[in-house]
């Protein structure tokens, strides 16, 4: 009987060490949980040809790592700051959300209760939806004003 107590506690111990899952089924897992990093009270800044364009300023970001489409998600608010040739800010968007499409440099805001779009002269844009193409630098909706 004595012979034959090590080996139950040896059986015991490998069974106890086993697992169910592979390695390989492990590793993928984790991979696409982690496919995107987060930061806080981000401020991006966009230049062309050494020129301020914009600032854009969020709570949080959360920048999806994908290689064919990466997006970076403003879940909880988001200012864009629009300058001049001269870094002059000329306009302003606020927007409880946005996504940013980075290979195709457009950014499209939404807000329930109006994404609000204004200039220094005192006109106001207020939609749903806003896109910003910063390709072709323009802003416009589809959604009605």
Same mark, same amino acid.
């Given at each position: #009987?004595?012979? +034959?107590?090590? $080996?139950?506690? /040896?059986? /015991? $111990?490998?069974?106890?060490?086993?697992?169910?899952?592979?390695? *390989?089924? /492990?590793?993928?897992q984790l991979e696409e949980e982690m496919n995107f990093e987060v930061a806080n009270d981000v401020i991006i800044w966009y230049t062309d040809s050494a020129l301020?364009?914009?600032?854009? *300023?969020?709570? %949080?970001?959360?920048?999806?790592?994908?290689?064919?489409?990466?997006?970076?998600?403003?879940?909880?608010?988001? %200012? %864009? &700051?629009?300058?001049?040739?001269?870094?002059?800010?000329?306009?302003? #968007? +606020?927007?409880?959300?946005?996504?940013?499409? &980075?290979?195709?440099?457009?950014?499209?805001?939404? &807000?329930?209760?109006?994404?609000?779009? *204004?200039?220094?002269?005192? &006109?106001?844009?207020?939609?749903?939806?806003?896109?910003?193409?910063?390709?072709?630098?323009?802003?416009?909706?589809?959604?009605?004003?």
């Amino acid at each position: #009987m004595r012979l +034959l107590i090590p $080996f139950i506690f /040896l059986g /015991l $111990f490998l069974h106890a060490c086993s697992t169910d899952v592979e390695p *390989s089924s /492990l590793s993928s897992q984790l991979e696409e949980e982690m496919n995107f990093e987060v930061a806080n009270d981000v401020i991006i800044w966009y230049t062309d040809s050494a020129l301020l364009k914009a600032k854009i *300023s969020g709570k %949080v970001l959360r920048r999806f790592i994908d290689r064919v489409k990466p997006f970076d998600e403003f879940s909880e608010g988001v %200012v %864009v &700051d629009f300058f001049d040739q001269e870094g002059i800010k000329e306009s302003q #968007m +606020l927007a409880d959300y946005a996504i940013r499409y &980075d290979k195709d440099e457009i950014i499209v805001a939404r &807000d329930p209760d109006g994404v609000v779009l *204004s200039n220094e002269k005192g &006109d106001t844009l207020i939609s749903t939806e806003v896109i910003w193409n910063s390709k072709v630098d323009r802003i416009y909706t589809d959604r009605f004003v």
